[in-house]
Structure formats: C-alpha cells, structure tokens
C-alpha cells in the first residue's frame, strides 16, 4: 500500500506567481489535510477536506490559498501571487476517518 | 486556547542512556494525542496514538503514557538511529471540525554512539 504522495517535492517560484502543490492520499483514504511547516515552527493546521468538501478552513488564510479534493484525482492546495513569507514546507496528511493522520514527504516551495 | 508545549527543545544522549520526552496540553477535550517522528527533509512518521489517562503504549525501545495534563515518550537504551525530531500532537474534541492536529514544536533528540 503506497503512502501518501505529493509532488513536486521542491518548487521555485517568483513573487507574483502561482504554485500548485499536489497529493494523492493513501488508498481508502478519504480524509486529507493540509499542514504548513514554517522554519523552526510547528506543525500549522491549514485545511481539512473529503471528497469535493472542505470540512474545516479555518488556519487557511484568507486571500491567496484555495484548496480542493476533487472526486478524481489529488487534492490541490493552491496558491495565488506567492509572497517571500509562503515559503515553508507543505506537508499533506490522510486518514480513513478523522483521526491518527498519515503524511507525505511535503513539497517545499521557495520563493525568490 | 488549544496548545501544545514540548520539552525539552533539544535532548543529548549517549547510546544506551534512557531518558523521556515532555509533551504538556491543554484542550477542549482530548479526542487523541499522538507521537510522531520526524527525520531532516521528511513527513513525520506515526508512531502513537493515545486517548485516555492511563494508557501506555509501546513500540521498540519508545514507549509512550498519557495523563490528564500530558504525555512522556520514554526512550530506553537508545541507539544513534533513534535521533530525529519527536512531534506532539493532540486532536480536540470539541470545537471546529475534530479533525485537525495541533502540533508542538517538538523535541530535537540526538543519540551519539
């Protein structure tokens, strides 16, 4: 049973562009969340979802960052017009039902 | 507020010393709390998942217990491969959506042979 996916792995992007980090939850895994891992941070909640249903959105911040979990295909956290202080390393989880979280190796985004 | 602290921030062992890892909460009722490992440029690793007072679980040379107010992860005679960074983590049961964790910051453990 392959583990939670997400890619890229690492991600440049400029200030003003768009980055979109991708995963793909375990198998039978229908709950997926989003965390955020700034240096010498904690863990940051950001997003909760189930298929095509955001169930929690509230350490997202308001502009900028969208997420989605489509009924097919990975789930999206999306990123508008990137700012220096988005850089961090994105780390995504999965669980069959709302409780111990599997995660993925994380995408870290640079922006220059 | 929920919160989790963790201590110490950093932890040095020689290979065969015994020691414990602090992890203090407060939450709106505890749904879980769980153990992860974290090794440089990787997801954390679960380990644990505990959600009564009393309970103890174990795996290797890691056992972890759990109290109304915390949790200690007990390394016994470590060996250099158990270095990483343990994260803390608890899931509330009231409030929002149940379903995210709220991670400390955790222990950053370093085993020299």
């Known amino acids: 049973n392959a583990g939670v996916m997400q890619n890229p792995r690492h991600l440049v992007r400029r200030r003003g562009q768009e980055a979109r980090l991708r995963c793909s939850p375990m198998k039978g895994h229908s709950h997926v969340y989003w965390y955020r891992q700034l240096p010498e941070e904690g863990l940051k909640f950001m997003v909760y979802l189930q298929k095509e249903n955001i169930i929690d959105e509230s350490g997202m911040p308001k502009e900028r960052f969208s997420a989605e979990f489509p009924k097919e295909g990975p789930s999206i956290l999306r990123i508008q017009q990137v700012v220096r202080g988005d850089s961090a390393a994105y780390f995504c989880?999965?669980?069959?039902?709302?409780?111990?979280?599997?995660f993925g190796p994380g995408t870290r985004l640079t922006v220059t | 507020e929920d919160q989790v602290t963790q201590s110490p921030e950093a932890l040095r062992l020689q290979e065969g010393e015994s020691s414990s890892l602090n992890c203090s909460y407060t939450v709106s009722g505890l749904r879980g709390l769980f153990w992860y490992r974290q090794d440089p440029g990787k997801g954390p690793e679960f380990l644990f998942t505990?959600?009564?007072a009393g309970e103890e679980k174990e795996k290797e040379r890691l056992k972890a217990t759990l109290t109304k107010k915390e949790s200690f992860l007990h390394i016994t005679a470590p060996k250099p491969e158990d270095s990483a960074t343990y994260l803390c983590?608890?899931?509330?049961?009231?409030?929002?959506?149940?379903?995210?964790?709220?991670f400390g910051k955790g222990t950053k453990l370093s085993v020299k042979p």
């Open positions: 983590a608890v899931q509330a049961r009231y409030g929002g959506s149940q379903g995210n964790l709220i």
């Open positions: 989880a999965s669980s069959p039902a709302p409780d111990e979280q599997y």
């Open positions: 505990l959600y009564s």
